[in-house]
């Protein structure tokens, strides 16, 4: 009789604690689809800010200046006009976004990752060929302002991708090795192991 009474008044708390943990599991992973998602927007609004900041300043500087300062500025407009282009498609495809479980989540993240890792090594591509410019025999103005600019445009994207590239890698949740469901006489537990 003892156990029957013990059974009716602590099992509702058992099965409500064990919907309670489950609800924060799902809670979990969609806070880590707004940090996700912040991590994107704060990165494309860095681009973007970059971008229009070399435009208007190479645009204006190149006109004002001659030899390898007018190629570099000039190069520096003409290069954020493709880093304008890539900033607005990714603040208009985080916006249409749909994520509807933890799976895409990871996919998704798994994607984001593998695309800033291989940017950062199209960066290092665009500082080599920058350099080769700067060290090539038959120099010219133009050689060398677009080289300076290549290096200071692959540079700063260096920076950003392998930035995104770690923001996002730390946001990643890890898979779920184990789970251990404990029932005892004074509490009721899930334990998660990562």
């Not at 708390?13 to 880590?32: A, G, M, P, R």
């Not at 890792?117 to 677009?146: A, F, P, R």
């Not at 923001?167 to 004074?186: M, P, S, T, Y």
């Amino acid at each position: 009789m003892i156990r029957f009474l013990f059974l009716c008044i602590f099992l509702p708390h058992c099965l409500l604690s064990q919907k309670d943990t489950i609800f924060n599991v799902q809670e979990y992973w969609k806070i880590n689809l707004n940090n996700q998602r912040s991590i994107n927007k704060s990165g494309m609004y860095s681009l973007l800010g970059w971008s229009c900041t070399n435009i208007v300043a190479g645009t204006i500087a190149s006109t004002q200046t001659e030899g390898s300062s007018h190629y570099f500025h000039q190069m520096n407009a003409m290069w954020n006009t493709v880093n304008l282009g890539l900033s607005i498609g990714g603040l208009l495809q985080e916006r249409k976004l749909k994520i509807e479980s933890l799976q895409d989540l990871n996919i998704r993240q798994k994607k984001l990752e593998k695309i800033f890792l291989i940017n950062g090594g199209l960066d290092l591509v665009y500082m080599g060929v920058g350099t080769g410019l700067l060290l090539s025999k038959n120099e010219t103005d133009t050689k060398q302002g677009y080289g300076q600019s290549l290096l200071l445009q692959g540079g700063f994207l260096m920076l950003f991708d392998g930035t995104m590239y770690f923001l996002h890698k730390n946001n990643r949740i890890k898979e779920i090795k184990n789970i251990d469901f404990k029932i005892g006489f004074q509490s009721v537990g899930v334990r998660y192991t990562f």
